[in-house]
């Protein structure tokens, strides 16, 4: 596996090696010793998520206070746009934001520690993502940042008429409101 920085302390680009040839392709999607040689990071993963969303669509920027989620992301069909923003007050980056572009066909992922709100845009028809996370879903601890707050200035590649939203995601707070991380 590859593994690159990206321009937000703690957030890696992981490309897979991937086996391929006239019958299709292989590639482990995760090897727990190969990612912390790799990475330097030994984690638990204690769930597994799948959503579809159809394009357009635009989930995030989700994060959870009370019990951070470390997050390893990829898609199995489709493509995004993949954001992470720094919301640990004591970090260098702080309130500054990476995006990638997750796809089936790249099969990149993306590795989102603790401390950071996690959103996509989906850019093909459909799209399904996957990701681990290091603790469980908890519903009392999630929070939302404002996907489009002018003070983290994401630079999504926006429909002409605007991402579909959730109403959750519809009230998401302004990095100077929202909860953030030591």
Not at 32 to 48: H, K, W
Not at 146 to 151: F, G, M, V
Request: aromatic share 12%.
């Amino acid at each position: 596996m590859r593994v690159s920085p990206t321009a937000l302390d703690g957030v890696l680009l992981i490309e897979p090696k991937v086996f391929g040839d006239e019958r299709g392709f292989f590639f482990e999607s995760f090897n727990a010793r190969e990612f912390a040689q790799a990475t330097g990071i030994d984690c638990q993963f204690v769930q597994d998520n799948h959503s579809k969303s159809a394009q357009n669509v635009l989930r995030g920027l989700h994060y959870q206070v009370g019990k951070p989620q470390g997050k390893l992301v990829r898609v199995v069909q489709g493509e995004v746009f993949d954001v992470a923003v720094d919301l640990r007050k004591s970090s260098k980056t702080f309130g500054q934001w990476a995006g990638v572009r997750l796809s089936a066909e790249n099969k990149k992922q993306l590795w989102i520690p603790e401390g950071f709100a996690h959103g996509f845009l989906v850019l093909s028809e459909t799209a399904e993502f996957l990701y681990k996370t290091t603790d469980y879903y908890d519903p009392a601890s999630e929070r939302c940042l404002r996907w489009d707050d002018p003070a983290v200035g994401v630079a999504w590649p926006l429909p002409a008429g605007g991402p579909l939203l959730s109403a959750k995601d519809r009230q998401g707070l302004d990095l100077a409101a929202c909860e953030k991380f030591s």
